[in-house]
């Protein structure tokens, strides 16, 4: 199993950037397709977006895309996530996830998950 630490989370007005990062440990993350998500309070956990290898191909949901990236170093054994022109709605823990099989948009196919780190966006 890989283990996964999520750390960036922070205050920010709408409109700024914050980057998350998804430290992996246990195994190297080149071999997982791996996934981000957020829940907010009283909701299901979304999905954000994925990659499904370093550099390959990336899934976005509609609310963020344009907005968020996904992207991962593999020396460093990180994912990423660059969220660009925060909205007040994206105020949620966020997730980071490895994936085992299934579908990329459901938090099911994943089999490892961090703590969270906490988003929050003002008006």
């Known amino acids: 199993q890989v283990q996964l630490v999520e750390s960036g989370g922070g205050l920010v007005q709408a409109g700024g950037s914050l980057r998350l990062s998804c430290a992996a440990s246990?195994?190297?993350?080149?071999?997982?397709?791996m996934g981000w998500f957020r829940q907010a309070p009283g909701k299901e956990r979304d999905f954000v977006a994925a990659?499904?290898?370093?550099?390959?191909?990336?899934y976005s949901a509609l609310s963020v895309k344009g907005r968020f990236t996904i992207s991962r170093d593999t020396a460093k054994n990180t994912v990423y996530l660059q969220m660009n022109n925060l909205k007040p709605e994206d105020t949620a823990i966020y997730y980071c996830?490895?994936?085992?099989?299934?579908?990329?948009?459901?938090?099911?196919?994943?089999?490892?998950w961090g703590q969270g780190t906490q988003v929050t966006v003002s008006s």
């Open positions: 246990g195994r190297a993350l080149s071999g997982y397709a």
């Open positions: 996830a490895a994936r085992s099989s299934g579908s990329y948009y459901s938090p099911g196919a994943y089999h490892s």
């Open positions: 990659e499904v290898w370093s550099g390959g191909s990336t």
